[in-house]
């Protein structure tokens, strides 16, 4: 066997390994459809055992030559390498930064903590088949063990607390809304419709002991999580916010910087770029504003919540813009883009228990018994909004942003299962973001009203850079975090108090994706005009950027450099 064939051996077998345990992972297993026999064990042990696993797979990665792989596997393992990497740090990340669902998480009792697990145990009790022998058994097990993992989350916070890790006490309401919300839940996927187990020849006595089993197990475990940060805990609950506040949250802070942008960037060097890309779509801002006869800032954000054009009465009114958008959007595909995925899009209302939390909510990519790409929007407060941004919105979350890549993603054959599922935060919001502003660059928001609205959402995600650094690492206090972003943009007091929260209490660093990763996109796409010039086709690019799937971006840019000597004619020595 040649070196280069035993390289792409080596390779191969850690990305088969790699992909067989995330595959016959719960997350997976609701995603295909398939049957779920528990849910994930949140315990520490459980994450010293993931670390372990990871730093063995990392050695394994370590011992091949990536210079003697072929492109395509060489990409697969920088993709498991990245993923590797942060699994690695599960168990010292243990009792500041848990990933529950999605993102690291500070606590298990919030929307993108506990909340992003919860949503796939509520989805696998819905999508339960009663089909086989023994799922009347399985389905109580399951009771059992929803019960056991609210356990889990209640001994985390016992066992933060006792390390001097606490909610801080302007997030303690939303927590306990939190909780009380995912009881009522609980209450109603949890019981079993008589149609759904006509299968069963004991349907009626399973029915009664799924409910008694619900009632004394489930609802118990949620008052017991909800007493958890009761009177006493808010007592000792600290009133500051962010991560440096806690022993180990200056360094945590960093690493999650590191895994979010997924390159190096210096906290300070984040916060500058905020600050200064703000300046320039504050002036930006005010010419529009100029130019539609306002020179006062305030005056015109509160002529925006009272236009007639511009305002919704009711979430209905809301969906309706969004399906303006799209059907805006549609025409233009083509002239972007190569190809498309087959799976159907649209939008829908978010949860309204899950509203308080959300500002704007969050899409949701096909899956078994959910096949189309939806965008779950927050219906509730909309008249504090102005719907200047709602195109820019729909661009970000469904096509050409969030449902192109991830529906195209899943759908494509060449890639690797990994790559089929693999997720990066700044590739998959630095695309939806690069996505919204490509709309504009087909003449989408033509009007001054939507241009300013997608300034403002940007001037939103550009904020972000500024607060979230400002109150993890730069010790910022909530107000000043809260008083910036009223002074940088229209959002209401209700969406600035769960914004800056998600920041400082929930997933830090992770909104920070969003404009980092646009930023790549376009300098990438700058590159790759300068280089090929009159050769440049914009399809063949976003071919070569988001064909291959999300990836971190520094190998994204070790990709696309690749694939632009690939385009260049060889120069003859």
């Keep these: 066997m040649s070196e280069r064939d035993a390289a792409v051996c080596r390779a191969q077998n850690v990305i088969d390994s790699t992909w067989r345990r995330t595959s016959d992972g719960f997350f997976e297993r609701v995603v295909d459809g398939r049957p779920v026999e528990g849910f994930p064990d949140l315990s520490e042990r459980q994450a010293q055992r993931t670390a372990e696993w990871a730093r063995a797979a990392l050695a394994e990665v370590a011992a091949v030559d990536l210079e003697e792989l072929p492109h395509e596997p060489a990409l697969t393992l920088k993709v498991a390498a990245f993923q590797l990497s942060i699994e690695a740090q599960a168990g010292e990340r243990y009792w500041l930064a848990q990933v529950y669902g999605g993102f690291p998480s500070l606590f298990p009792v919030t929307p993108y903590g506990g909340g992003g697990l919860l949503r796939y145990v509520w989805q696998a009790f819905t999508k339960f088949a009663f089909s086989r022998p023994g799922d009347a058994g399985r389905y109580l097990a399951l009771i059992e063990d929803c019960a056991h993992v609210l356990d889990q989350m209640r001994?985390?916070?016992?066992?933060?607390?006792?390390?001097?890790?606490?909610?801080?006490?302007?997030?303690?309401?939303?927590?306990?809304?939190?909780?009380?919300?995912?009881?009522?839940?609980?209450?109603?996927?949890?019981?079993?419709?008589?149609?759904?187990?006509?299968?069963?020849?004991?349907?009626?006595?399973?029915?009664?002991?799924?409910?008694?089993?619900?009632?004394?197990?489930?609802?118990?475990?949620?008052?017991?999580l909800l007493e958890t940060i009761g009177v006493d805990y808010e007592r000792r609950a600290p009133e500051s916010v962010g991560l440096a506040q806690y022993e180990g949250g200056t360094g945590l802070y960093e690493s999650l910087v590191a895994e979010h942008l997924s390159l190096r960037m210096a906290i300070e060097t984040v916060h500058r770029l905020g600050v200064e890309r703000l300046a320039e779509l504050d002036g930006e801002m005010a010419r529009i504003r100029s130019g539609l006869g306002y020179l006062e800032r305030d005056a015109f954000h509160r002529h925006l919540l009272v236009h007639p054009a511009w305002t919704a009465r009711t979430a209905e009114e809301v969906q309706a813009r969004y399906d303006n958008a799209i059907r805006r959007i549609e025409p233009h595909l083509d002239s972007l883009f190569h190809d498309q995925p087959t799976a159907r899009y649209r939008a829908a209302r978010l949860d309204p228990q899950l509203e308080a939390g959300m500002?704007?909510?969050?899409?949701?990519?096909?899956?078994?018994?959910?096949?189309?790409?939806?965008?779950?929007?927050?219906?509730?407060?909309?008249?504090?909004?102005?719907?200047?941004?709602?195109?820019?919105?729909?661009?970000?979350?469904?096509?050409?942003?969030?449902?192109?890549?991830?529906?195209?993603?899943?759908?494509?054959?060449?890639?690797?299962?990994?790559?089929?599922?693999?997720?990066?935060?700044?590739?998959?919001?630095?695309?939806?973001?690069?996505?919204?502003?490509?709309?504009?660059?087909?003449?989408?928001?033509?009007?001054?009203?939507?241009?300013?609205?997608?300034?403002?959402?940007?001037?939103?995600?550009?904020?972000?850079?500024?607060?979230?650094?400002?109150?993890?690492?730069?010790?910022?206090?909530?107000?000043?975090?809260?008083?910036?972003?009223?002074?940088?943009?229209?959002?209401?007091?209700?969406?600035?108090?769960?914004?800056?929260?998600?920041?400082?209490?929930?997933?830090?660093?992770?909104?920070?994706?969003?404009?980092?990763?646009?930023?790549?996109?376009?300098?990438?796409?700058?590159?790759?005009?300068?280089?090929?010039?009159?050769?440049?086709?914009?399809?063949?690019?976003?071919?070569?950027?988001?064909?291959?799937?999300?990836?971190?971006?520094?190998?994204?840019?070790?990709?696309?450099?690749?694939?632009?000597?690939?385009?260049?004619?060889?120069?003859?020595?």
């Design 155 to 224: 001994h985390k916070l016992e066992q933060q607390a006792s390390r001097g890790i606490r909610i801080p006490q302007p997030a303690l309401p939303g927590a306990r809304a939190f909780v009380v919300g995912q009881t009522e839940t609980a209450r109603r996927v949890l019981a079993v419709d008589p149609s759904r187990c006509a299968v069963l020849h004991n349907r009626n006595d399973f029915i009664e002991r799924a409910s008694r089993r619900i009632d004394e197990r489930v609802m118990p475990a949620f008052a017991r």
């Design 359 to 573: 500002t704007y909510g969050y899409y949701h990519r096909p899956m078994a018994g959910h096949p189309d790409g939806v965008y779950y929007f927050n219906g509730g407060n909309v008249s504090e909004r102005t719907l200047t941004t709602a195109a820019s919105l729909i661009f970000h979350e469904l096509i050409p942003g969030h449902h192109l890549h991830i529906a195209g993603q899943m759908e494509n054959p060449l890639l690797h299962p990994l790559r089929r599922h693999a997720s990066f935060n700044a590739f998959n919001e630095g695309w939806a973001e690069y996505a919204a502003t490509l709309a504009g660059e087909v003449g989408l928001y033509a009007d001054p009203y939507e241009r300013y609205g997608r300034l403002l959402m940007d001037a939103f995600l550009t904020c972000r850079l500024v607060v979230d650094t400002g109150m993890n690492a730069l010790g910022w206090s909530l107000e000043r975090a809260r008083q910036y972003m009223r002074d940088h943009t229209a959002m209401s007091e209700t969406e600035i108090r769960s914004e800056t929260l998600r920041y400082s209490t929930d997933i830090p660093a992770q909104s920070l994706a969003y404009k980092v990763g646009e930023i790549k996109f376009h300098e990438l796409r700058s590159r790759a005009r300068a280089a090929l010039g009159g050769r440049f086709d914009l399809r063949d690019f976003h071919d070569a950027v988001v064909g291959g799937g999300s990836m971190p971006l520094d190998v994204l840019e070790w990709h696309v450099e690749h694939w632009l000597a690939a385009q260049l004619p060889r120069r003859r020595g």
